[in-house]
């Protein structure tokens, strides 16, 4: 069974610009969240999707934002980058149910460097 | 809010040594842990979990047990090999499918 896939794995964007990062969850996995990893912040939610909706939220600003297709996969977008956007952003897909005990699988992360 | 504590390393162990590695959390309710660990350059992986109190999640030699108590759990491995060495994420998951990490944990191990 293949894992979660991101694409593209490595990516330099300049100051002002935006940016597109895709996931492809395991098959069979409807949820889709995302993380951001800096050295900084450490590991933060940004949000995640479950049927094409957005179910939670975390704490960033209205310049990341996400979405999700009929086939579960997702993608995540940054406008107006900044350099603090530099980051490792990972891509994490579970089963339907939101149980807290739920599996979530992450994939290998898209590292996104703003220059 | 939901939180989880973890030491802070680098923990340097020379191989066949044994692991501790704290790990403590605040939550409203009772929630799942887990802990994760991370290879340079790679996204994360799942190393083991628990769902309730007094559960013990294993896999590869490690072990966690959750400790309601003491609001803890803790990674232990009798015998660390350099194979090891990586980053280990202490997590949490009270609601839906959101994870509340550590701050991450580097465990270096030496021949």
């Known amino acids: 069974k293949a894992g979660v896939t991101q694409t593209p794995r490595y990516l330099i964007k300049t100051r002002g610009q935006q940016v597109t990062l895709s996931c492809s969850p395991i098959?069979?996995?409807?949820?889709v969240s995302w993380y951001q990893q800096t050295p900084g912040q450490g590991l933060q939610f940004l949000f995640e999707y479950f049927s094409e909706t957005q179910r939670n939220k975390g704490n960033f600003p209205g310049r990341f934002s996400g979405r999700q297709f009929s086939n579960s996969r997702s993608e995540m977008n940054v406008s107006t980058l900044e350099l603090g956007d530099s980051a490792l952003y990972l891509c994490a897909s579970s089963l339907e149910t939101d149980r807290p005990g739920n599996t979530i699988y992450f994939g290998e992360g898209s590292w996104l460097t703003v220059v | 809010g939901d939180s989880v504590t973890q030491m802070e390393g680098p923990v340097t162990l020379s191989e066949e040594a044994f692991l501790t590695i704290n790990c403590t959390y605040t939550a409203t309710g009772y929630p799942s842990l887990f802990w994760y660990v991370q290879y340079p350059g790679e996204g994360l992986q799942l190393l083991l979990k628990a769902t309730k109190a007094d559960d013990k999640g294993s896999n590869k030699g490690f072990e966690a047990t959750y400790r309601k108590e003491t609001t803890s759990f803790h990674l232990e491995k009798g015998s660390v090999q350099v194979s090891d060495s990586a980053v280990y994420f202490c997590?949490?998951?009270?609601?839906?499918?959101?994870?509340?990490f550590g701050g991450g944990t580097r465990l270096m191990v030496k021949p």
């Open positions: 997590a949490q998951n009270n609601a839906g499918n959101m994870l509340t």
């Open positions: 098959s069979g996995h409807r949820s």
